[in-house]
């Protein structure tokens, strides 16, 4: 009876102690930074970072053990009299017993919530911006690569390739091209990195985009100028048309009609597919290249072909509820001259969903018909 007496007693006062000493941050046991990205599976708890509490603390710890197999350490506190904190005793929603991601789709975001390190499911739409990450610097003998206003390599003329300048972004050739034209202390962005995302989460550098949302998205983004949006997940159910337009090319004696023709094509290449998230500019694609067309009246080389299939990207955006696209006029002349009709033209949406832009063609020749659709994205 004694015994049970002072057992009692030596858990009530381990309790009392207990209550001053402070709890262990959420963020020192994370594996992550608080706020990055993470998916169904990634580790999030880093259990060699948990601390060890005296067993008299918590016997109860002990049971949690046994629920999580967790032998070794049962067996170790028996011993030594020191437990270690269970995960979920310092975990809340999505994160599983053993310290992993769990329970939701899409990119899921590391916090802290009411004291407790979780893992928040995405909403319904999920962006971020194409943000300048690694660039070279031109140097009297070659470049520095600089990451993060770090230099991490040099890099000397004569060795510039594919092999000693990796990127998704940059040829070696364009790169060769841009040193020869360019001034000691010049810069040309190599890599990027996806930031400003709409729900506040942390930047992703090029090593997570490729390793959690793989080559489709560095895709997208090799092809749209730094700055542009990019969606990294989009669980909507609808998909509905809300705006459309249509052009002819039309035929015009005092021109190439054969160039117009490979313009008009180059417009629809640099607009097909580009989304549009809520509340957010986007233009067209920056990695195609529109012909020059002599024009006597102006007395130079526009880019003449570009404004049939910019009158039917306009009536689309502007029938889903668009503003006049910047670059842009109201006119039979929809192009500005002075922009690229690709990534010179941007359209701002201003609904509370994505759009999406579609725009193909049909026949060849000055006959040739240019269709386009504004589709919206919803919940």
Same mark, same amino acid.
């Given at each position: 009876m004694i015994l049970v007496i002072l057992a009692v007693g030596m858990f009530s006062i381990a309790k009392t102690v207990d209550a001053y000493v402070p709890a262990q941050s959420p963020a020192e046991i994370s594996s992550v930074n608080i706020g990055d990205t993470v998916y169904n599976g990634n580790l999030v708890v880093s259990s060699s970072k948990i601390r060890k509490v005296p067993l008299i603390y918590h016997p109860e710890y002990l049971i949690e053990d046994l629920k999580d197999s967790q032998y070794n350490d049962f067996f170790t506190a028996i011993t030594t009299g020191s437990v270690e904190t269970p995960i979920n005793a310092i975990t809340g929603g999505n994160i599983s017993r053993s310290g992993y991601a769990m329970g939701f789709n899409g990119p899921g975001m590391v916090v802290v919530t009411g004291g407790k390190l979780e893992v928040t499911p995405p909403g319904t739409f999920v962006w971020g911006f194409k943000t300048p990450y690694t660039s070279a610097v031109k140097t009297a003998e070659g470049i520095n690569i600089v990451t993060q206003n770090k230099t991490v390599k040099s890099v000397s003329a004569a060795d510039i390739s594919n092999s000693t300048v990796p990127t998704n972004y940059v040829t070696a050739t364009a790169l060769k091209q841009w040193y020869s034209d360019s001034e000691i202390g010049d810069s040309i962005s190599l890599d990027y990195s996806l930031a400003s995302f709409n729900d506040g989460r942390n930047i992703m550098t090029p090593s997570q985009i490729k390793t959690l949302l793989g080559n489709d998205t560095i895709k997208y983004m090799s092809e749209y100028p730094s700055g542009a949006p990019v969606m990294i997940y989009n669980a909507a159910t609808n998909q509905n048309v809300v705006g459309t337009g249509n052009s002819v090319l039309g035929y015009y004696a005092q021109y190439n009609n054969a160039l117009r023709e490979e313009n008009a094509r180059t417009f629809v290449k640099g607009w097909n597919n580009t989304v549009i998230p809520p509340h957010t500019w986007a233009t067209g694609k920056d990695d *195609? =290249?529109? &012909?020059?067309?002599?024009?006597?009246?102006?007395?130079?080389?526009?880019?003449?072909?570009?404004?049939?299939?910019?009158?039917?990207?306009?009536?689309? *955006?502007?029938?889903?509820?668009?503003?006049?696209?910047?670059?842009?006029?109201?006119?039979?002349?929809?192009? =500005?001259?002075?922009?690229?009709?690709?990534?010179?033209?941007? *359209?701002?949406?201003? &609904?509370?969903?994505?759009?999406?832009? *579609?725009?193909?063609?049909?026949?060849?020749? =000055?006959?040739?018909?240019?269709?386009?659709?504004?589709?919206?994205? =919803?919940?």
């Open positions: *195609v =290249t529109f &012909t020059g067309v002599y024009d006597a009246s102006e007395g130079g080389y526009p880019s003449h072909g570009a404004c049939p299939p910019g009158r039917a990207l306009r009536a689309a *955006v502007m029938a889903a509820g668009c503003p006049l696209p910047s670059g842009m006029s109201s006119g039979f002349l929809s192009v =500005t001259i002075s922009v690229n009709p690709s990534s010179g033209i941007k *359209v701002y949406n201003p &609904t509370n969903y994505p759009l999406k832009i *579609v725009i193909w063609t049909v026949g060849s020749g =000055t006959s040739m018909q240019i269709f386009a659709k504004a589709i919206q994205y =919803t919940p």
